[in-house]
């Protein structure tokens, strides 16, 4: 009897991912065969990048795991993860903060699809802090963000901020 590969799915929006994110990736590729990391379109946020964008830069910068695979996520994460055959859902938890949110998701997630199980592994406490939002505002405003976000993501977003840091200042002061 062949045996069955313990697959997982990592969903969430990744705009941009962050080390948080990586290594969060990192250790749950070590706990499975596999490891989708499944990137959404989030209708409650506004994104920075586009969906092409972050699986792209996610790729560049898993591109050393070998039981890592990016994908896209349009629809329900439930029927998604039921459609690639995965035993668990992984989330990372940053704070008790987080835990409210999650444990509706989690919920939810069961009763889409009972047989998969959701699977929380705490955020390293030193990402603790992090967030996309966090990074996007400190890179907008022309700070440090090589220790937060991996090195093709750091360039990624000085590329995206260069007009407004390295440019004359708007007359308004506004930026989006
Ligand atoms: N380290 C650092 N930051 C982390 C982190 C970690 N380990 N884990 C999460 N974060 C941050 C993210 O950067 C993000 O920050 P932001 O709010 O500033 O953008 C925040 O925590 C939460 O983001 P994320 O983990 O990407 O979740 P999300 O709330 O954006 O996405 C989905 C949630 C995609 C999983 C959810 O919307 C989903 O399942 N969508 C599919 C549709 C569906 O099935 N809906 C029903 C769900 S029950």
Redesign the pocket.
């Known amino acids: 009897m062949g045996e069955q590969v313990r697959r997982a799915v990592y ?5 941009p ?5 990586l ?2 990736i990192q250790r749950a590729a070590r706990l499975f065969d596999e490891l989708i990391v ?1 990137v ?6 506004q994104s920075l990048f586009s969906l092409d964008e972050r699986v792209q830069m996610l790729r560049e910068c898993c591109g050393h795991l070998p039981n890592v695979r990016i994908a896209s ?1 349009e ?6 993860a039921q459609q690639v055959g995965a035993c668990a ?1 992984v ?4 704070a008790v903060s ?1 835990f409210e ?1 999650e444990f ?6 069961r009763q ?1 699809a009972p047989e998969i199980d959701t699977c929380f ?1 705490m ?2 406490q030193q ?2 802090f ?7 505002e400190v890179a907008r405003l022309g700070g440090a963000i090589e220790t937060l976000v991996p090195p093709n993501v750091a360039h990624k977003l000085r590329e995206r901020f260069a007009p407004q840091t390295a440019g004359t200042p708007h007359p308004s002061g506004e930026s989006t």
């Open positions: 969903p969430g929006s990744f705009d991912p962050t080390m948080g994110h290594d969060i499944a959404a379109v989030n209708s409650q946020k996520l629809g329900l994460l439930a029927r998604f859902i989330r990372g938890l940053r987080d949110y509706q998701m989690a919920t939810m997630n889409l592994l955020t390293h990402y603790a992090l967030s996309s939002s966090i990074v996007k």
